[in-house]
């Protein structure tokens, strides 16, 4: 019998990535994307581990739960990340057709929402949850590096 978790279980598993994002000297977001109540994919920001501006903790996971799944869409999964996506991010998310996405904190200067880039239409957002862990996360690695 497989037990039911809500979204405040699966967004701190993406603050669990966070986590590990903030301890490599990353910034620290965290993704995990859901099917059917089971994680199959986990990832965080690796964009200085990588030298990558493209290695955002969305575009690890998508990559991963396509290989997954043996396909590139994932129409029935669900994205947690702690910070909501930028316009690459969602970019890819809208190729992807993801079903839903779950961000805990809102990029008012850098997110998808203020410079306008569109989810897949089927795609559902929830915005909010665990915001402030997020924001206490992010906050405190930004005020240590300066």
Not at 8 to 22: G, I, R, S, V
Not at 114 to 131: D, S
Request: proline share 2%.
């Amino acid at each position: 019998m497989k037990t039911e978790f809500d979204d405040a279980y699966f967004m701190q598993k993406a603050l669990d990535e966070a986590q590990k994002a903030y301890d490599r000297g990353e910034v620290p977001v965290g993704a995990v994307i859901v099917i059917d109540s089971t994680i199959i994919a986990r990832a965080h920001n690796l964009t200085e581990t990588l030298n990558d501006v493209t290695a955002h903790a969305e575009m690890q996971a998508i990559t991963s739960a396509a290989n997954y799944l043996g396909g590139k869409y994932l129409n029935q999964c669900t994205m947690y990340v702690s910070l909501e996506p930028c316009q690459m991010c969602a970019g890819a998310l809208y190729w992807s057709q993801l079903k839903k996405l779950v961000y805990a904190a809102s990029d008012h200067k850098r997110g998808f929402e203020v410079m306008q880039t569109q989810l897949h239409p089927k795609t559902k957002v929830l915005k909010g949850v665990l915001e402030q862990k997020a924001s206490h996360l992010l906050k405190r690695f930004f005020f240590e590096k300066r």
